[in-house]
């Protein structure tokens, strides 16, 4: 079975650090790669898509991905309070189509 | 721009009652349409998702059925709830193909 795997966290960063999510994936054949985050009791909201490897930047944010690795990352530069929430990971599978497998997702908490 | 409706934002069913949740876009035409259950603490399971008006694709077989009756609005229905159907029940909306999907505000559902 396809899968794709976050550590649950919580992952825990002081106000204004750099927090590193990250998330593998087993399908060597996946081609985009999404991060969401999803406040508690919310809906989850796109934040960063990936395609290519190396890093893509937006904002405070940076994807990281490394297709031979199977892995995909999220940087959140200055991580603010606001930025407390879980972050899915989310890979098409091979051949692309129309589905996402998401992972569990890493809940992230920014400390003042 | 696009925008996803979904309603209600909370239900509250008995065992055996029938279900419709109804979801909407507006803003684009022939989207990929998606329904999706969260329960409590886990990951998000896709249930059922369409490419086009009156074709859905079934992800996991249970006592869900979804349907599409026009090109923007995504029907999910059950005719007897069991308790394992409760939780979080969120809409997307992608366009045709391997681009992101976008949620709706999604439907916490409770059986007692």
């Known amino acids: 079975q396809k899968e794709v795997e976050q550590n649950s966290g919580p992952l825990s960063v002081p106000e204004g650090a750099i927090a590193s999510l990250n998330c593998t994936y087993s399908?060597?054949?996946?081609?985009?790669f999404f991060w969401y985050r999803q406040y508690s009791g919310k809906s989850p909201e796109l934040i960063m898509f990936i395609y290519s490897n190396g890093d893509k930047e937006d904002g405070r944010f940076t994807a990281q991905l490394n297709k031979a690795s199977q892995y995909v990352s999220l940087l959140i530069r200055d991580s603010q309070p606001s930025d407390s929430a879980t972050y899915l990971c989310?890979?098409?599978?091979?051949?692309?189509?129309?589905?996402?497998?998401f992972g569990t997702g890493t809940q992230l908490k920014v400390e003042l | 721009s696009q925008t996803i409706h979904q309603w209600p934002a909370t239900l509250v069913q008995p065992v055996g009652s029938p279900l419709s949740l109804e979801c909407t876009v507006e803003?684009?035409?022939?989207?990929?349409l998606y329904w999706y259950r969260q329960a409590a603490g886990r990951g998000l399971q896709l249930l059922f998702y369409s490419v086009g008006i009156g074709q859905i694709s079934s992800e996991v077989p249970q006592n869900l059925s979804a349907s599409r009756p026009q090109d923007r609005q995504f029907i999910l229905s059950s005719k007897k709830l069991l308790l394992s159907d409760s939780g979080f029940y969120l809409c997307a909306w992608s366009v045709q193909g391997d681009q992101p999907q976008h949620f709706g505000d999604g439907t916490r559902l409770s059986i007692l």
């Open positions: 399908d060597r054949g996946s081609q985009s």
């Open positions: 803003g684009t035409s022939n989207p990929n």
């Open positions: 989310a890979v098409t599978p091979t051949g692309g189509g129309n589905k996402l497998t």
